[in-house]
């Protein structure tokens, strides 16, 4: 079987390869209060074809967790392609997304668990969005019942010197 050549899609990803620092906001509904986080993540790249991001996060509360996503593109489904696992949750997030026009946001649609609702499943979006070659905006949020998106999660990732 012949390699194929990387796609316009897999370079995009290699701009997530490297060290970085994050700071995120988090919030988990319109009555709750926020949270902050700091951490690192570690992005190495599996060959031309896909990332591996492993973080480590340091929340307000004082509580740390870790977390892996990997991220890739099929050109077979024409969609980025993925999954997250984390230390403080018990579920396998699989990712497929998309970017826009611009070539900008990678845009990842998820569904899990909802925390809109217990034992509802709900539909998510992962969003990375590269300010230039040293910063990222990563954000995340839940469609709720009326259509509409909560954002609940946003984080800047700034590349360590």
């Given amino acids: 079987m012949q390699t194929p050549d990387p796609t316009t899609e897999h370079h995009w990803l290699q701009q997530l390869v490297g060290d970085w620092q994050f700071v995120h906001e ?11 986080s700091t951490g690192t993540q570690s992005t ?19 509580s740390a967790s870790h977390s892996i996503i990997t991220l890739g593109f099929d050109p077979m489904r024409g969609k980025f392609v993925g999954t997250f696992v984390s230390s403080c949750m018990t579920y396998l997030w699989l990712y497929e997304g998309s970017l826009d026009e611009a070539g900008r946001v990678l845009t990842l649609d998820a569904e899990g668990p909802s925390f809109l609702g217990e034992g509802a499943m709900g539909q998510y979006q992962d969003i990375i969005e590269f300010v230039d070659a040293d910063t990222y905006l990563f954000s995340s949020r839940i469609k709720q019942a009326d259509g509409t998106w909560l954002s609940f999660m946003s984080g800047t990732f700034t590349r360590k010197a």
Avoid: H, I, N, Y
């Avoid at 988090?26 to 902050?36: A, T, W």
């Avoid at 790249?45 to 996060?57: D, Y």
């Fill in 26 to 36: 988090c919030s988990m509904g319109p009555d709750q209060p926020s949270s902050k």
């Fill in 44 to 62: 190495r790249a599996l060959g031309k074809f896909w990332t591996l991001g492993e973080m480590s996060v340091d929340s307000s509360e004082g």
